[in-house]
């Protein structure tokens, strides 16, 4: 059956529904939140600020800030993570670059590596989307924990309830 065209120019928005499922965006005006409760601690001095909490295809995407120099985690990726460095640098142990403001980092999968903040940043915010899991691992590879979006997610859950502004907080960042 054709589709009759009615005339619009590009500022016409889009007219017919979207689908039915589909799910909101998620959009969050100020990322770097004014309110410190939104932190969730993940060690001293360390703490994820959730963007997207991707269940359905397992890949959370946060903002890490460090507050302390030093080594961060030792960790492998079986699958690829993005990094956009916003304050501070980092580098790894196993490389000789560094990751510094305003710049990109592609960590390819199967990549194992110990993350180091330097002695004169006093505080490192990097956005960083993570596919998969993240293993941690001793200097031989043996794996000494985990995370994934489901771990975050309890994290959360529990950060959230623990300092005021419930469980479900979190659920604004699911998807």
């Not at 499922?21 to 969730?40: G, L, M, N, T, Y």
């Not at 980092?105 to 915010?125: Q, S, Y």
Request: charged share 25%; hydrophobic share 40%.
């Amino acid at each position: 059956m054709p589709v009759e065209t009615q005339e619009a120019d590009a500022r016409t928005p889009y007219q017919l529904p979207f689908p039915k499922d589909a799910q909101e965006e998620i959009v969050i005006p100020k990322a770097i939140p004014e309110d410190e409760r939104i932190w969730v601690p993940q060690a001293e001095n360390v703490a994820f600020r959730p963007l997207c909490l991707n269940r359905s295809q397992g890949y959370w995407m946060n903002l890490l800030r460090v507050r302390k120099s030093g080594v961060l985690s030792r960790h492998r990726h079986p699958q690829a993570v993005h990094g956009y460095v916003i304050k501070g640098r980092w580098h790894y142990l196993e490389h000789d670059w560094m990751a510094e403001e305003g710049g990109y980092v592609f960590e390819a999968p199967g990549e194992t590596h110990t993350l180091v903040v330097p002695e004169d940043v006093d505080e490192m915010i990097t956005m960083f989307q993570v596919n998969g899991v993240m293993l941690y691992v001793d200097p031989w590879g043996k794996t000494q924990g985990f995370e994934d979006v489901f771990t975050k997610i309890d994290m959360c859950r529990a950060h959230y309830e623990k300092v005021g502004l419930g469980a479900d907080f979190v659920d604004q960042f699911i998807r």
